[in-house]
């Protein structure tokens, strides 16, 4: 079953604001990977972070690993309007002998102009 | 361009019939991956393979079925033993075990 919470569920936001999500799991991870899915298509990887306390940024992203391994964030800066969508967050358990990526339920995010 | 291709985009199915969902990539890579995704939720893992000629079931393997003939190609079967097919079916594939997976962009399958 899903072991990663992702919250919130979904945010509606004005134009220009930051933005931020989390995930959040009892166990620990290997490896966090923040993605983004447009209506109709797949997800498109945006980060992705390989050791705890790690902060990456892709233009106006930033995720960041969490220290205690079993968390992760990502903000966007500045939003616009082709920011909407659903973000997940998936992640590699550290005892996961079977190569099954986790997914978190989604981050619906919706920007007014 | 380099990437992952599934096929077709949109798919229907009648009662009792099996219908095949087509996933190619030529990115080399050794892995790929079957996911469903259901409106408003995240993804479910059906199938997986590591390597060629063999794949393992995931945690909704029931009513689906795979083949791993070839490296580039994954493609699945969605049975009559399937009762609630509609959802968006998502194709993955990595390097290899325990890197990033990138997606194609997906089918949706629909009952008539």
């Known amino acids: 079953g899903q072991q990663l919470n992702q919250s919130p569920q979904s945010m509606f936001i004005q134009e220009g604001e930051d933005v931020s999500m989390n995930c959040t799991s009892s166990s620990i991870f290997n490896t966090w990977l923040w993605y983004k899915q447009d209506p109709g298509e797949g997800p498109v990887l945006l980060i992705a972070?390989?050791?705890?306390?790690e902060l990456t940024s892709n233009g106006r992203l930033t995720a960041q690993f969490g220290i205690t391994r079993k968390d992760s964030f990502l903000n966007i800066s500045a939003s616009i309007p082709s920011d909407v969508g659903i973000y997940f967050c998936?992640?590699?358990?550290?005892?996961?002998?079977?190569?099954?990526?986790?997914f978190g339920g989604g981050t619906r995010l919706m920007v007014k102009p | 361009d380099g990437g992952i291709t599934q096929s077709p985009k949109y798919l229907f199915r009648k009662e009792g019939q099996n219908v095949t969902l087509s996933c190619e990539q030529n990115l080399n890579h050794d892995a790929m991956y079957w996911y469903r995704q259901d409106p408003g939720q995240g993804l479910r893992l059906i199938y997986y393979s590591q390597i060629v000629n063999d794949f393992q079931k995931g945690d909704i393997a029931e009513g689906y079925s795979v083949s791993r003939e070839k490296k580039e190609s994954f493609p699945l079967t969605v049975t009559s033993a399937q009762k609630n097919p509609t959802a968006f079916y998502l194709c993955?594939?990595?390097?290899?075990?325990?890197?990033?997976?990138?997606f194609g962009d997906g089918t949706r399958l629909s009952i008539l």
């Open positions: 998936a992640g590699f358990l550290s005892n996961n002998a079977g190569n099954m990526l986790t």
């Open positions: 972070l390989y050791k705890a306390g």
């Open positions: 993955a594939s990595s390097s290899r075990p325990y890197q990033p997976q990138h």
